[in-house]
């Protein structure tokens, strides 16, 4: 059983409705491309519908490690590596899916070429200039124009690094 994700990256990755996923797509090429989330748990797992014959399923069976990141209003980001598992369980497809979905799969859940990605989440980093964090951002962004020095960004709160698995 994987433990649940720290508060923290949970939170930022339930503000987010799409991502980026990048892929491997050869020996020296990375291929991204944006994802609307399906759905994530309280694990930090996340998923998305994708088409059994799409070129993201033919890299994952290839190489299974993606990157997804995650970007709101210039002020939160989330990135998330992992691993990808291609799932074709209908119950799951079908308690995931909603209607607007339909735009990329017009057969809806009877499409017989629909499939979950599932990202197996390793690691993730942030930073969140929201709110408080967005005023303290903003205070030592001033701070570090006016003295020529970097600013100090708070960890925690504002960035973090976290382990996953």
Known sequence: MTPPCPEKVHELLLSFHTAMLVTHGGVDFLHARPMEIAHTSPDCHVWFFTDTQSPKTREIRQEDSVLLT???????????????????????IQSFWKEPFRVWFPEGINDPNLMLMHIIPHHAEYWDNSSLQGVRYLYEAAKAYVSGTPPQIKEGDQHGKVALA
């Open 70 to 92: 995650f970007q709101k209003d210039h002020q939160k980001y989330l990135s998330i590596a992992g691993t990808a598992d291609l799932v074709t369980d209908r119950t799951l």
